[in-house]
């Protein structure tokens, strides 16, 4: 009994119903509709299936989008003449600052949010800290006068680093100082500046290194340089071949080629000024730059349409068993209607067909009948002690008496 409860049930699939049951006219209408929605679903499966494939390739290879980064420059001051005043002897600590003419200088940043967003495609925005790989600030000021630091450098630490919404620089002074911000961006997938020589070939400036191989590869087929024979080998036309250094290069020598183009891109340069004599402007100065990173929302979007959730998996699936069994229980009743309905017509006919399939069924099972079962059950009756009884004799004889009389 428990080896029975271990046989797993075996599962329906069979969705289609009977053809014959098809070709009644008084389902001939549903029929056609049930098929139609088969066929249509079949379809469905498949582009789903596909889309579903497409999805997982495109996620494996990290949607890119290009969004807005916003850099805030600003600039605080204390201590200085135009706001102490008049105001004579106030003491001077040295180790707080306090009564030194100084200035505070901040660089922030924050990622634009996209138009038209839905709030629940909203994610905790990035630091502004990990959008940049270096920073670098200068202070134009004399070294003699000021020899505290005049050159700052912010690098990316490898390793666990927390992020930042900012940077603040504080120096002391009550002088206008010129300051250059440079930035060089952490970009996904990395930028790179195309060199002259390629880029004006393809008209491109910065790309990417995938991107600059789609271009090339663009502009190969456009151009039709592929080789007709070997299509793995690609024809340089007279702008290529200063670039290939050859007549025919393999199409799995383009990175190679093209990474000899390539060199980092160039960086951010801002520029700003701090007056110490005046008060600073209300508003921090902006400027907005464009980056490449990872397409958040548009990943978890696809994400979502890929992994169905485990409830709505189950419910499609507790409804394919529920059509396939009423679909089984269509072809028992149609075949329970065929037996019937010939019983009906000719009750004899259908009971001696009957009895000859049951005897055909029977004669299968003991293994006799005109087949190998035959042989075998001739020599068990040929063997039988049912040929040793003493009346067999006398019935062999009188029938062998009768067999030479009729011959003479």
């Known amino acids: 009994m428990d080896h029975l409860k271990t046989i797993k049930k075996r599962k329906l699939t069979d969705k289609s119903i ?88 901040r660089v922030e940043g924050r990622l634009l949010e996209l138009p038209n967003q839905r709030s629940r495609d909203k994610v905790v925005p990035r630091k502004f800290s990990t959008f940049i790989k270096r920073m670098v600030v200068e202070l134009d000021r004399d070294p003699n006068l000021y020899p505290d630091g005049n050159i700052l450098e912010w690098p990316r630490a490898q390793g666990v680093q927390p992020s930042l919404d900012g940077f603040t620089i504080r120096r002391t002074g009550d002088q206008p100082t010129r300051i250059r911000v440079i930035i060089h961006l952490e970009q996904n997938p990395e930028q790179y500046r195309i060199s002259p020589e390629l880029g004006n070939v393809l008209g491109i400036k910065e790309e990417s290194q995938i991107g600059v191989i789609q271009t090339l590869w663009n502009y190969i087929k456009t151009n039709g340089l592929q080789d007709k024979v070997d299509r793995r080998r690609i024809k340089a036309d007279d702008y290529l071949r200063p670039i290939f250094g050859a007549e025919t290069v393999v199409f799995q020598q383009l990175p190679e080629l093209i990474n000899r183009y390539l060199m980092p891109a160039d960086p951010v340069i801002l520029h700003y000024t701090i007056n110490p004599m005046v008060p600073p402007p209300e508003r921090p100065q902006a400027w907005d730059i464009e980056v490449k990173m990872e397409d958040t929302n ?72 005109p087949s190998e079962g035959a042989t075998i059950r001739a020599e068990e009756l040929r063997r039988s002690d049912f040929f040793r009884l003493p009346w067999v004799e006398e019935a062999v004889a009188i029938q062998e008496g009768m067999r030479l009389s009729s011959k003479q």
């Open 18 to 105: 009977p053809h014959a049951l098809a070709q009644v006219p008084e389902f001939a209408q549903e029929s056609e509709m049930y098929q139609n929605l088969l066929e249509m679903e079949r379809k469905l499966d498949w582009t789903m299936t596909r889309k579903r494939v497409e999805v997982q390739d495109a996620l494996s290879r990290n949607p890119t989008t290009t969004r807005t980064l916003r850099v805030f420059l600003s600039h605080t001051v204390s201590g200085q003449s135009w706001q102490v005043g008049d105001a004579e002897g106030e003491p001077v600590n040295f180790e707080t600052g306090q009564g030194i003419p100084a200035w505070s200088f």
């Open 298 to 369: 548009l990943k978890n979007r696809m994400a979502t349409t890929v992994q169905a959730t485990k409830d709505s998996t189950q419910d499609i699936s507790k409804l394919d068993d529920e059509i396939a069994l009423l679909t089984q229980s269509l072809h028992n009743a149609h075949t329970k209607r065929i037996f019937l309905r010939s019983f009906a017509e000719d009750p004899t006919k259908f009971i001696q067909n009957w009895l000859e399939s049951q005897s055909r069924d029977l004669e299968s099972t003991l293994g006799s009948g």
